[in-house]
């Protein structure tokens, strides 16, 4: 079991920044990949950002170079730094966690909302 805590959400204007966290109850060691997704009003959830444990990182064509996802291993925690956010980056944003032991499994934080304003 996994349990994934999100914080960081709020207004931001547009062109600034804002660091949402994501703390895990157990070691990010024993977590395949953490990613980051948003859903906005009337949308699907979709893929921000991902990093596996490997250290490997993926993004939405949508937040490439103007976002950042990173880890803390020590503090059992993953980060997504939003540089220059736009007003279309406004959703509520999730952390997700993937465990392959043995058994492929999903954790979802509760979500934190982002809020874009011009």
């Known amino acids: 079991q996994v349990q994934l805590v999100e914080s960081g959400g709020g207004l931001v204007q547009a062109g600034g920044s804002l660091r949402l966290s994501c703390a895990a109850s157990?070691?990010?060691?024993?977590?395949?990949?953490m990613g980051w997704y948003r859903q906005a009003p009337g949308k699907q959830r979709e893929l921000v950002a991902a990093?596996?444990?490997?250290?490997?990182?993926n993004y939405s064509d949508s937040v490439k170079g103007r976002f950042t996802i990173s880890r803390d291993n020590a503090k059992n925690t993953a980060y997504l730094q939003m540089n220059s956010p736009k007003l279309e980056d406004t959703a509520v944003y999730y952390c997700?966690?993937?465990?392959?032991?043995?058994?492929?499994?999903?954790?979802w934080g509760q979500g934190t909302q982002v809020t874009v304003s011009s």
């Open positions: 157990r070691s990010i060691f024993t977590i395949s990949a």
């Open positions: 997700n966690a993937v465990t392959r032991d043995g058994v492929e499994r999903e954790y």
């Open positions: 990093i596996t444990r490997g250290g490997s990182t």
